[in-house]
């Protein structure tokens, strides 16, 4: 998961409060700028220390965009001023199957059991997160809608986390509160950045339902308008 200005911690991220009255909505063509303008703000910087920022973006163009705009991948938090405070993006099952990580799920160190159990589940993965410096209440609130709302079709959830040669450590409190697990190590290649280590991390169906079974879960729920599992 590529993720900038994270989740804060505790319970469904204590510390960034949600704001009620904020609205998270499937994105629309029309956000299609905003969407790029917020990657191209969180994005890999050479001449900067990513870690020290609060998380980066690495991948997707505006034609990766466009197709996951048009085909629901995208959830977004508009600001009150214009533009977005948050997005993300979570690639349902066929989308995955179709992805660079799943043609690499034999070159991982994740266990061959697990990976052959992939084969029969219908996998989503969290694929990017993202919000605007200081509105990391935003990425909570969106985060957790997007993860329910793919639960709701999938078996399971995958996500990544660049852990060398810098640590993405962005998402990873909200990834550990909603029952994610690392489960193994990938090794990724991307154009202009080189090679990067991730973890990969999972959500089982059984981890997250009893998540959001928990008392403070089911508050969380309530107030940012999420049903539940």
Request: proline share 5%; hydrophobic share 45%; net charge positive.
């Given at each position: 998961?590529?993720?900038?200005?994270?989740?804060?911690?505790?319970?469904?991220?204590?510390?960034?409060?949600?704001?009620?009255?904020a609205?998270?909505?499937?994105?629309?063509?029309?956000?299609?700028?905003?969407?790029?303008?917020?990657?191209?703000?969180?994005?890999?910087?050479?001449?900067?220390?990513?870690?020290?920022?609060?998380?980066?973006?690495?991948?997707?163009?505006?034609?990766?965009?466009?197709?996951?705009?048009?085909?629901?991948?995208?959830?977004?938090?508009?600001?009150?001023?214009?533009?977005?405070?948050?997005?993300?993006?979570v690639?349902?099952?066929?989308?995955?199957?179709?992805?660079?990580?799943?043609?690499?799920?034999?070159?991982?160190?994740?266990?061959?059991?697990?990976?052959?159990?992939?084969?029969?589940?219908r996998?989503?993965?969290f694929?990017?997160?993202?919000?605007?410096?200081?509105?990391?209440?935003?990425?909570?609130?969106?985060a957790?809608?997007?993860?329910?709302?793919?639960?709701?079709?999938?078996?399971?959830?995958?996500?990544?986390?660049?852990v060398?040669?810098?640590?993405?450590?962005?998402?990873?409190p909200?990834?550990?509160?909603?029952?994610?697990?690392?489960?193994?190590?990938?090794?990724?290649?991307?154009?202009?950045?080189?090679?990067?280590?991730?973890?990969?991390?999972?959500?089982?169906?059984?981890?997250?339902?009893?998540?959001?079974?928990?008392?403070?879960?089911r508050?969380?729920?309530?107030?940012?308008?999420?049903?539940?599992?």
């Amino acid at each position: 998961m590529d993720a900038g200005d994270g989740p804060g911690d505790g319970p469904v991220g204590r510390r960034a409060a949600p704001r009620r009255g904020a609205v998270v909505r499937r994105a629309e063509a029309a956000d299609l700028d905003g969407l790029v303008a917020l990657r191209h703000a969180r994005a890999w910087r050479a001449d900067a220390p990513p870690a020290a920022a609060g998380g980066f973006l690495l991948g997707s163009d505006r034609e990766a965009y466009r197709d996951h705009v048009a085909h629901g991948r995208v959830m977004v938090t508009p600001a009150a001023a214009g533009g977005l405070d948050a997005f993300s993006v979570v690639l349902d099952d066929d989308a995955f199957r179709a992805s660079d990580l799943w043609e690499r799920r034999h070159h991982t160190d994740v266990p061959a059991e697990l990976v052959a159990r992939f084969e029969h589940a219908r996998l989503a993965y969290f694929d990017q997160l993202v919000a605007r410096p200081g509105r990391a209440w935003a990425s909570t609130r969106l985060a957790f809608h997007h993860v329910v709302d793919a639960m709701h079709r999938h078996d399971a959830m995958l996500a990544t986390t660049v852990v060398a040669p810098v640590v993405n450590g962005a998402a990873l409190p909200f990834l550990r509160e909603i029952g994610f697990e690392v489960v193994g190590h990938v090794d990724e290649t991307y154009p202009r950045i080189g090679r990067l280590r991730s973890a990969l991390h999972l959500l089982t169906r059984e981890a997250f339902e009893r998540r959001v079974a928990r008392p403070d879960a089911r508050r969380f729920a309530a107030r940012v308008g999420v049903g539940g599992s």
